[in-house]
């Protein structure tokens, strides 16, 4: 019975955590929710036997919010095999080895129970709750950078409607707003387990150390918010502005047909929107993977499709500059590479051996339409738009069996801005502004989005294509993480996608501008751009995980002394006491 509890009560964990996240019920999420989900998996590892059953039940729960937060990704074309199989797996295998470890600081206490229940551990609770809430930031932090970076289905996204709460990631970033949502959790959950292991709770010293950790967590609130509300009611002018041409048509890049179609509907429906324009914008952009052609060996076609109206010509009759997704071809020397798909090419009698390499890009077209630049997109998906060991012919062979294509994307190297030129008489303190393009999920990303900024990206102008995900929830959830970027560096942040969620941000973090869901549609807005002005997190990034790293080593490895130090004395005693006994007998 004790076990099945237990699993019910992972179970209610993971489900209040779906829906704390933006979901089909609750579109945009609910911080309330956010407060308590993760209360019954805390209660659940005071209660466990084991570092292997809190292992399970860690496991269990990360695998359920990760399916019930992210079962659109079973849309992704024939890649569901990696995009939710296998991120399941990962995620068992990962929650596994978490669960051990938020398991830790509850077996350590667990063996001065006595003590603690008799008031003589008032510590013991504290080290509990703040073990729990650096590890849990921690995780967060980790589940969202690196290769296998996956930043969905977090803390984070369920604080998106308190933007009150969440400015203070222009300080702490995103593993802020982590840390003091776990935290809150800890507390409640650690207050639950205290009131059910002791009896008379008023006289109980523990309960101090309880009490000035709760007033702590709120303490945190309370600077969070008022901080909020001088960022949130800040005036900010801006310096320049942008007029933007955003064009969301609706299609499923999978489906070839579709895909064909979509230059034709984006210039169906950018040509509407000019005409009903009372003034031309500065700046047309399209979504992801609009170009299916790679530049620039297939320039030339552009010319002449689409058929019912050629692009390059369609360009060159607005006079506007455009940024469109699209694939750019990158042929680099392999020399002898057995295992690629490789070509030959001769040059001055000369014979190398090539690979084919793309990159998936934001591309930069003039007023004439020529094509001038690129940015390629650098944080890829990981086993959809990469492969890692690629060039090997045993991975070839093993992702040709099993979803039919053996290579992807090259990662793109360079975080190259566009100089945008905008009217002057609308823009006395520039003619032209910085903007830097992240690609589809790159806008989840903090460190993506910091390394343009300190390009100098004056703002963020995000290519996104999601309309192979089919529902609202997974357009919103893209958004939702995407937008804590303009606090972070209070910029504004652009999104022009495929079906959503098309919009404008401010650097506060409201939507001042945003075109419904799976809808074709184009509309103009003149998009405000602020100073320049570092934040901390633009200045230090993700300083307060790498700070709660070493505190948590740090813990552990006192810990480690300490037993070690205790055992040596226990030991020299022995020794001791040994030695006298022999010279008695003697």
Not at 549 to 557: D, E, N, Q, S, T
């Amino acid at each position: 019975m004790r076990r099945f509890l237990q699993v019910c009560s992972v179970l209610f964990s993971a489900i209040m955590t779906a829906f704390a996240v933006q979901n089909e019920f609750l579109p945009f999420g609910s911080p309330f929710l956010g407060l308590f989900a993760l209360v019954p998996l805390y209660v659940t590892f005071t209660k466990s036997d084991s570092f292997k059953e809190a292992g399970i039940l860690n496991a269990l729960y990360m695998v359920l919010t990760h399916v019930m937060t992210s079962f659109w990704l079973g849309y992704f074309k024939g890649f569901a095999v990696f995009t939710l199989g296998a991120t399941a797996a990962f995620y068992a295998v990962t929650g596994y080895f978490l669960g051990t470890l938020f398991f830790a600081p509850f077996y350590i206490t667990r063996k001065t129970a006595a003590e603690e229940k008799a008031g003589l551990k008032p510590l013991n609770c504290v080290i509990r709750i703040f073990l729990f809430a650096v590890l849990w930031t921690i995780y967060e932090w980790k589940k969202s950078t690196g290769f296998l970076a996956y930043p969905w289905g977090t803390l984070v996204m369920s604080a998106w409607k308190w933007k009150l709460l969440t400015q203070i990631v222009d300080i702490t970033g995103t593993r802020g707003i982590s840390f003091l949502f776990s935290l809150f959790n800890a507390v409640v959950g650690e207050g639950l387990f205290l009131m059910s292991t002791t009896q008379k709770i008023g006289s109980n010293r523990n309960f101090s150390g309880y009490v000035r950790t709760a007033v702590f967590c709120f303490s945190l609130f309370i600077f969070s918010f008022v901080y909020g509300i001088y960022q949130y009611t800040k005036e900010r002018i801006p310096v320049k502005s942008v007029r933007t041409l955003l064009v969301q048509p609706v299609f499923d890049s999978w489906l070839s047909d579709e895909s064909g179609d979509a230059v034709q509907q984006s210039i169906e429906l950018t040509q509407k929107a000019l005409d009903e324009a009372e003034k031309n914008p500065d700046i047309i952009l399209w979504s992801e993977g609009i170009l299916t052609y790679p530049l620039p060996e297939y320039y030339s076609y552009y010319f002449y499709l689409p058929e019912e109206e050629p692009l390059i010509p369609f360009m060159q009759k607005t006079g506007i500059p455009f940024i469109i997704g699209g694939a750019v071809e990158i042929t680099a020397l392999y020399g002898d590479n057995t295992d690629a798909e490789e070509y030959s090419s001769t040059k001055n009698g000369v014979t190398s051996s090539l690979i084919r390499e793309f990159n998936n890009s934001a591309l930069y077209f003039d007023t004439e339409g020529n094509w001038r630049d690129f940015y390629g997109k650098v944080q890829l998906v990981p086993f959809a738009e990469v492969i890692p060991y690629a060039d090997k012919r045993w991975m070839q062979i093993l992702m040709q069996s099993l979803v039919g294509f053996s290579s992807g994307w090259t990662p793109g190297k360079y975080y190259n801005l566009f100089d945008i030129p905008v009217q002057a008489a609308d823009n006395p303190h520039g003619e032209s502004v910085k903007v830097g393009t992240p690609i589809c999920f790159e806008d989840a990303f903090p460190y993506v989005c910091r390394n343009l900024f300190l390009e100098g990206s004056e703002a963020f102008f995000n290519l996104t294509n999601d309309a192979w995900s089919r529902t609202n929830s997974a357009e919103i959830q893209h958004y939702v993480i995407a937008s804590f970027r303009a606090q972070e560096f209070r910029t504004t942040l652009v999104r022009c996608t495929n079906a959503g969620f098309t919009s404008v941000t401010d650097p506060a973090g409201r939507i001042l501008y945003s075109q419904p869901l799976f809808e074709s549609t184009a509309g103009i807005f003149d998009v405000p751009i602020y100073e320049r002005t570092p934040t901390f997190y633009a200045c230090f990034g993700d300083w307060l995980p790498v700070l709660f790293c070493f505190l948590w080593g740090f813990f552990y490895l006192n810990l480690y002394i300490r037993e070690h130090k205790k055992n040596t004395k226990a030991q020299n005693l022995r020794f001791v006491t040994d030695l006298q006994s022999a010279f008695e007998i003697l």
